[in-house]
């Protein structure tokens, strides 16, 4: 056979020659730093400002650099994918979207001591043909002659930069370091809120300064915290209370400007709390926060190093030993060295009851009453049980946890109870009315709900091939595209599911008016012996939700809106009538009292309480020496025990009106 013989190859890119810059082609630049504290210093400006015009001088047009900066604050160890900026780097490398990334220097990539990351990224720039730009260099791993080279070049800085935070960072740095802490003199960590460091190493006499980076009170902060440690001791070791009242009343801490420009010449501090009172908007301890402002010994004048007190009363103490161990003694199980505390005396013992031993029946209607107070529009109350007053209630809370306003249970299902009732017994009388509550509740949809169905097999068997596929593909591409096919696969299973729950809800509910009415007369006269389970399906067929709205300190609006869009209301006291009076009320008694009125005319006004009750209200408002007969000056027949019902004027009243009805009735 002949030989054969074929054209020489030509390569396209001249080895000995660099390519210029793909300034056609967009670029972006990467940003890091490896602490919150280097955050806004000259090197970040480096890092940006000065990084993105240098690319801009290169010729790449501004609309085409983008700028990752999202690992401001993240240490150059931290592998790839930890990383959120560092992640949107690689994405972009491996798509083909950037020719380029720059950096000031190649430690802001890399200080990785494996060079495991660091390989990891030149084999992804080298097979995407991406360039890598520092000021000194363009590293072009791509390239056929130089190559091999820049790699060795990148992974000699990326070593130079890990040795250095190895053996000079780590090594010597944190060591001297180390050695200040356990002096007890400051070595450049945070500053706790209500000190400041003295950092001044002669005094203005000329003499050495014995308190050398030791913390100094700082008056402005130091004096609120004094406070909190005295309102504790205040509330009686209740944290809740005491940051309930601090919230909302303070001391609150001031502002940062105002902190650096109260701060003397010598001093530094450091205002790191940024918790936000919802009340004043001002600067307090968050709970979490006083928590932990109460149990640290720096207050104390003790110093603190990797979590254990190496020095005893280093420093000047904000508050004295006996109050700052009141509040210890309350909130640490630990005593000072991790022991447990045998002077341990929270503000009460946890200990769930058993849910067996409470006295009433669980809220019949959770879940479907909400809030009407302007403030929480819409907001669903939650049922709980109150050990306190040992019943269960309905309560709306705020973003806090706050109970903004709580109503019985027992009450609120009885007005549930009150207007499904009437409602029930308007649809036996109405044919009109039973027909609008069925047209009400959502039709069948059995077509829609086989539809349905059907769309849930297909999304299953969907998710079962890509698993299979998965199995075979080594694609790394395609295997991303496969597993973001199958989570879209799960969330729309998970939708239909959620539809067809809403279609057999609302056969559900036709089915329970139809069964109901056969017997709706029977469960109408035997209410009381419904049980709890079938009253809520009654009201879940016949209404869409229940809605609260509070009108004064006592009573409540319930309105129901019944599913064919009519509503139904009725008011109610929020707790027991003998203990909770509105001020209109107290108000009106005593001017009725100070007018001298009659006992019977009072005890009409208040047709609800008995003649004692009336005046013991009045005994504990208005009667600063606890007597009532000095006050009241009024015409008075009946004994104390008499209500409105009982007394003659109401008798002589219904008579009256009785021969007025039977009058109206023969005309």
Known sequence: ??????????????????????????????????????????????????????????????DS???????????????LADRKGMARLMALIESGQISLVAAQEVDRFFRDVTQIQTNLFI??????????????????????????????????EAQHAADFLEYHIKGRLHKSRAYLHEQGLWAGRAIITGYMVDM??????GSPNPNHRRYVPFAPCADAIRVYFELFKRFNRNMQKTWEYVEQHGPFLPEPEEVAHL????????????????FTGRIVPSLSGIDKLLTNVVYMGHWVHQGAITRFYNHEPIVDEDL????????????????????????RTYNRHDAKDRTEAP??????????????????????????????????????????????????????DTLLLERLKATTIDETAWQAALASTREDGHSELRRIENEIRGAERAKTAILENLKTLQHPEMVRNLEASYAANEREIERLRAVQLELRQGKRQREVLEDARPVLNKIIARWQDVPAANRRELFEALAAYAKVKLLDEVRRELTIFWRDGSTSSVIFRWGDFRQHWTQAELQRLREMVDAARPQWEILKAFPHWNWHTITCRYL????????????YKGEKKYPYRIKWHETEEYRAEQEALNLATSSTSLQ
């Open 263 to 278: 701060t003397p010449e010598g001093f530094r501090t450091d205002m790191r709390m940024d918790y936000r009172s919802m």
């Open 200 to 205: 001044r190493p002669k005094l203005p006499n």
């Open 123 to 156: 084999d992804a720039c080298k097979r995407n043909n991406v360039r890598v730009m520092t000021p000194r260099m363009v590293y072009d791993f791509n390239h056929p002659m130089m190559g091999a080279y820049h790699m060795k070049i990148f992974r000699e």
């Open 65 to 79: 650099i983008e700028m990752i900066d999202m690992d401001a604050g993240v240490s150059g160890t931290t592998k």
């Open 363 to 416: 809220p019949i209607y959770g879940g479907v009453v909400f809030s009407d107070a302007p403030d929480y529009l819409h907001r669903r109350l939650h049922t709980q049980w109150n050990s306190h007053n040992q019943v269960y209630q309905y309560a709306l809370r705020n973003r806090r946890g706050v109970v903004v306003f709580s109503v019985k249970a027992s009450r609120m299902d009885l007005s549930i």
């Open 324 to 347: 700052f161990m009141f509040a210890f003694n309350a909130l640490s199980p630990l005593d000072f060295y991790g022991d447990p505390n045998p002077a341990y005396q929270p503000y």
């Open 1 to 62: 056979m002949a030989t054969k013989y074929k054209r020489p190859e030509q390569t396209l890119v001249d080895p000995y020659r660099f390519e210029p810059l793909p300034v056609d082609r967009p670029c972006a630049i990467y940003y890091r730093q490896s602490t919150d504290a280097q955050i806004g210093n000259i090197n970040t400006t480096l890092q940006t400002v000065d990084m993105f015009e240098h690319l801009v001088r290169q010729g790449w047009a501004r």
């Open 620 to 631: 504990n408002h208005f009667s600063p020496d606890r007597r009532f007969t000095p006050y």
